[in-house]
């Protein structure tokens, strides 16, 4: 049995790393929480195993401030020489990039792909004017000269990037020493970088040797890194939501169905991790969370006003979460509208429906008992005795005569008798 588990225990392993060993990241797309994660988790990685090198593969548009400045920190204070390489080609390092690739020990380019265009902009890609504009500026200048200083790259052109968002080709960052080199392909990388000293996180010297010879590790995402990335769609994350509101909806109008109930919720929980991910606020999420209540509450109290007010706190809610994303992280306006309007229809129509339930009169007493089957007890001829729910009534046949046991429909009562017919 022990060895059962042990050899169990192997199998639910991963690989053993080797140690020397070059570690590649595929970093491509946005910058934001999912990939801020992806290269932390990497970097420690490499760090257990002793890896003599990290190469991010890098191609970015840019993307979220605050995980551009963890992505940067990680790489600074990483004891394993981490080395940036834009590419393929045609790839970019915009904006967040141009940050991420100054601040690795080695920033190479491959051919045709550019690096630049890094000035502070809204989430809809306007200019950020003012005070405020004034003030992310100048932090983001005086982060991109820090990151310059610290590596000896050229800190003028830097600062260019992100005052007037100028931007330069593979050949021209080697020009202006924003890069090291240009590398035609990884091996070329490797070819390169070989015996380069650089300064890794702890403040030692590191002289990179026989990268050529080195084994390669790519390091992947893992199963639930590639999961989040999935749910941290906008736009699959908002219909996750719905979907679960109205699941919870059919839940508790329709009692006992369990399962509309419990899968709401699952894809309620999902949709509100995935927004997690992303760069939203969570006093947005709170809005949003607090409008589907008020709507749910709605459905049961038949206010109205509390319908409007959830439809307000979503409507609100979806502006202020959404507020600082970048546009690649900002769910569709239109599906948004849909999904609202979806919504709320739904909502007014279950509403409509419960109060149509509540403004119908309960039928009482012998009026409840009409359309229902009845046992006669006694010979109907045409009077008798009849047995139906339970009780026994006196009641009158209109037409011919019932014997005992013959089967009877009320369709009326005149006082406390109900009147019957025989049923064939």
């Given at each position: 049995?022990?060895?059962?588990?042990?050899?169990?225990?192997?199998?639910?392993?991963?690989?053993?790393?080797?140690?020397?060993?070059?570690?590649?990241?595929?970093?491509?797309?946005?910058?934001?929480?999912?990939?801020?994660?992806?290269?932390?988790?990497?970097?420690?990685?490499?760090?257990?195993?002793?890896?003599?090198?990290?190469?991010?593969?890098?191609?970015?548009?840019?993307?979220?401030?605050?995980?551009?400045?963890?992505?940067?920190?990680?790489?600074?204070a990483s004891t394993v020489p981490v080395a940036v390489y834009v590419s393929p080609a045609g790839a970019?390092?915009?904006?967040?990039?141009?940050?991420?690739?100054?601040?690795?020990?080695?920033?190479?380019?491959?051919?045709?792909?550019?690096?630049?265009?890094?000035?502070?902009?809204?989430?809809?890609?306007?200019?950020?004017?003012?005070?405020?504009?004034?003030?992310?500026?100048?932090?983001?200048?005086?982060?991109?000269?820090?990151?310059?200083?610290?590596?000896?790259?050229?800190?003028?052109?830097?600062?260019?990037?992100?005052?007037?968002?100028?931007?330069?080709?593979?050949?021209?960052?080697?020009?202006?020493?924003?890069?090291?080199?240009?590398?035609?392909?990884?091996?070329?990388?490797?070819?390169?970088?070989?015996?380069?000293?650089?300064?890794?996180?702890?403040?030692?010297?590191?002289?990179?040797?026989?990268?050529?010879?080195?084994?390669?590790?790519?390091?992947?995402?893992?199963?639930?890194?590639?999961?989040?990335?999935?749910?941290?769609?906008?736009?699959?994350?908002?219909?996750?939501?719905?979907?679960?509101?109205?699941?919870?909806?059919?839940?508790?109008?329709?009692?006992?169905?369990?399962?509309?109930?419990?899968?709401?919720?699952?894809?309620?929980?999902?949709?509100?991790?995935?927004?997690?991910?992303?760069?939203?606020?969570?006093?947005?999420?709170?809005?949003?969370?607090?409008?589907?209540?008020?709507?749910?509450?709605?459905?049961?109290?038949?206010?109205?006003?509390?319908?409007?007010?959830?439809?307000?706190?979503?409507?609100?809610?979806?502006?202020?979460?959404?507020?600082?994303?970048?546009?690649?992280?900002?769910?569709?306006?239109?599906?948004?509208?849909?999904?609202?309007?979806?919504?709320?229809?739904?909502?007014?129509?279950?509403?409509?429906?419960?109060?149509?339930?509540?403004?119908?009169?309960?039928?009482?007493?012998?009026?409840?008992?009409?359309?229902?089957?009845?046992?006669?007890?006694?010979?109907?001829?045409?009077?008798?005795?009849?047995?139906?729910?339970?009780?026994?009534?006196?009641?009158?046949?209109?037409?011919?005569?019932?014997?005992?046991?013959?089967?009877?429909?009320?369709?009326?009562?005149?006082?406390?008798?109900?009147?019957?017919?025989?049923?064939?």
């Amino acid at each position: 049995m022990i060895a059962g588990v042990a050899m169990l225990a192997a199998a639910c392993g991963g690989r053993p790393v080797p140690k020397d060993a070059v570690h590649v990241l595929d970093a491509s797309g946005d910058v934001g929480p999912s990939m801020d994660t992806y290269i932390g988790r990497a970097i420690r990685d490499a760090e257990t195993s002793q890896a003599k090198l990290v190469v991010i593969e890098l191609d970015t548009p840019g993307g979220d401030l605050d995980s551009m400045r963890s992505i940067v920190q990680k790489i600074e204070a990483s004891t394993v020489p981490v080395a940036v390489y834009v590419s393929p080609a045609g790839a970019r390092a915009a904006s967040a990039g141009t940050f991420i690739t100054m601040a690795a020990n080695i920033a190479a380019m491959a051919p045709s792909t550019n690096i630049g265009a890094a000035s502070p902009i809204n989430s809809n890609g306007s200019d950020i004017g003012g005070t405020l504009g004034t003030k992310v500026m100048n932090d983001a200048v005086a982060f991109i000269r820090s990151i310059a200083d610290l590596r000896g790259r050229n800190a003028d052109w830097a600062e260019q990037a992100v005052r007037n968002a100028v931007a330069v080709n593979s050949a021209g960052a080697v020009t202006l020493h924003v890069v090291d080199f240009q590398a035609a392909s990884f091996d070329d990388l490797l070819k390169q970088s070989n015996g380069r000293t650089v300064t890794v996180g702890n403040g030692s010297k590191v002289t990179l040797t026989n990268l050529e010879d080195a084994p390669v590790v790519h390091t992947d995402k893992s199963a639930w890194e590639q999961f989040v990335d999935v749910i941290s769609n906008p736009s699959l994350a908002s219909i996750l939501i719905t979907l679960g509101f109205i699941g919870l909806i059919i839940e508790m109008s329709h009692p006992g169905l369990i399962a509309p109930g419990t899968l709401g919720a699952i894809a309620m929980v999902l949709g509100f991790l995935g927004l997690g991910e992303l760069p939203v606020t969570g006093a947005g999420l709170a809005l949003i969370g607090l409008g589907l209540l008020f709507l749910a509450i709605d459905l049961f109290v038949a206010s109205g006003v509390l319908g409007a007010t959830g439809v307000l706190a979503m409507i609100i809610g979806a502006f202020v979460a959404f507020r600082g994303a970048p546009s690649g992280a900002r769910p569709s306006t239109v599906l948004l509208v849909v999904l609202g309007l979806f919504a709320v229809g739904l909502v007014v129509s279950l509403a409509t429906t419960v109060m149509k339930v509540r403004n119908r009169a309960a039928p009482m007493g012998t009026h409840a008992l009409e359309g229902h089957i009845a046992i006669a007890r006694t010979v109907l001829a045409p009077e008798g005795y009849v047995f139906v729910q339970g009780e026994r009534w006196r009641a009158a046949l209109d037409h011919g005569t019932a014997q005992v046991g013959d089967r009877v429909r009320i369709v009326g009562a005149d006082g406390f008798r109900l009147r019957v017919t025989k049923e064939e």
